[in-house]
């Protein structure tokens, strides 16, 4: 079955940038995209086919995808960014999450 | 603005079956070429996909639970359930119902519910 790798945590200063990999065999030649997760509360995409933002997201949310590692990066960081965040893609009609990254803003 | 609504017992006894339905209000569920699917959350883990059902009506589920699930749609109520047989411990968790948006490897959850907390315990 397909897998999708994230480090476990991230730590980042305020106003720096953070950025989270995923990581999967051929990742690249597939859609990933990006939800965070703040305590208590559901997922919210922050990053979907790739690149694309949806209405309401910051523009300091963004992402690639290459290779076998997608990469969502959080440019001048916030504390209100701290969250976990998950990267998910599609594979034989499965959907499949990373395990996960908690960001820290400190 | 779609929103989704999870309901269910809050509490399920091992070896039973759990119920879980999503209401959706904001639009028809049966309309725009959408799917609908379950997540589970473990406490203090991750996201698990359990599986969706197409705006086609086909089904798709994670192959770890394939042959406990069963995804159905009720347009009447613009519903859609959930029902995991044979539950254990490990199905404690948070079910959310989520929208997807896309199809085969553009799939993504755009809409999520607020989630409910269901326990398997005598």
């Known amino acids: 079955s397909y897998e999708l790798t994230q480090p476990p945590s991230v730590s980042v200063s305020p106003g720096q940038t953070a950025s989270i990999t995923c990581s999967g065999d051929?990742?690249?030649?597939?859609?990933a995209c990006w939800y965070q997760q703040k305590p208590g509360q559901s997922p919210v995409v922050v990053i979907y086919?790739?690149?694309k933002r949806p209405s309401g997201i910051p523009e300091r949310f963004s992402g690639s995808n290459s290779g076998n590692t997608a990469t969502l990066t959080i440019s001048g960081t916030q504390a209100m960014d701290e969250a976990d965040y998950y990267c998910?893609?599609?594979?034989?009609?499965?959907?499949?999450f990373g395990g996960g990254t908690k960001l820290t803003v400190l | 603005q779609v929103q989704l609504q999870e309901s269910g017992p809050g509490l399920v006894k091992p070896s039973q079956t759990l119920s879980l339905t999503c209401t959706v209000s904001?639009?028809?569920?049966?309309?725009?070429?959408?799917?609908w699917s379950w997540v589970r959350q473990h406490p203090g883990k991750g996201l698990e996909w359990i599986g969706y059902i197409y705006y086609s009506g086909s089904t798709y589920y994670n192959p770890s639970l394939k042959s406990r699930v069963t995804i159905s749609v009720d347009t009447s109520k613009n519903q859609f359930s959930l029902k995991v047989s044979s539950v254990t411990a490990a199905d404690t968790a948070v079910y959310y119902c989520a929208r997807v948006n896309g199809s085969a490897y553009e799939i993504y959850f755009d809409y999520w519910g607020q989630g409910t907390l269901l326990t398997v315990s005598s």
């Open positions: 904001g639009g028809s569920i049966s309309s725009g070429g959408y799917s």
């Open positions: 086919q790739d690149t």
């Open positions: 998910q893609a599609w594979d034989s009609s499965t959907v499949v």
């Open positions: 051929k990742l690249g030649d597939k859609y």
